[in-house]
């Protein structure tokens, strides 16, 4: 994720919860924006997003850093699944063993797929937006 798509991040979580950040000091906002930037960073920007809005439609107070991390975490999970599983059936796995594998790597506890995989994935996708045009 970009520097200028968490500052949108950041906006929409000083829109939900207000109290939280009426009183913050300036320099515990910068420090505040830099911690959740580097932990959340890894995360694209649309998984951010949509963990952020299930959040807001579930707690009415500000979320801990690890709770957006976990929702991230879950987001993530079901964004690369629902990829994964659309490649499955369009036969990109030789082998059901290999589709498994893969889930393998989504599903154990902090989420990891291989940089291999995730090219696999991307180049897939543009395969995709090729052929439909």
Known sequence: MEQLEFSKIIKVL?????????????ENTIMFSQLYYNKLKKYNYQI?????NKIIDENEFMPTLSEIIKQCDKEYRSYYKQKIDLMYKDGF?????EYGK??????????????WLLE????????LLISKK
């Open 93 to 97: 796995f030789k082998t059901d063993q």
């Open 14 to 26: 000083t829109m939900a919860y207000p109290y939280y950040f009426k009183d913050m000091e300036k």
């Open 102 to 115: 893969a889930l393998q790597w989504l599903f154990e506890d902090k989420p990891i797929i291989s940089n």
């Open 120 to 127: 696999e994935i991307n180049g897939y996708e543009e395969k």
């Open 48 to 52: 951010v997003a949509n963990a952020i």
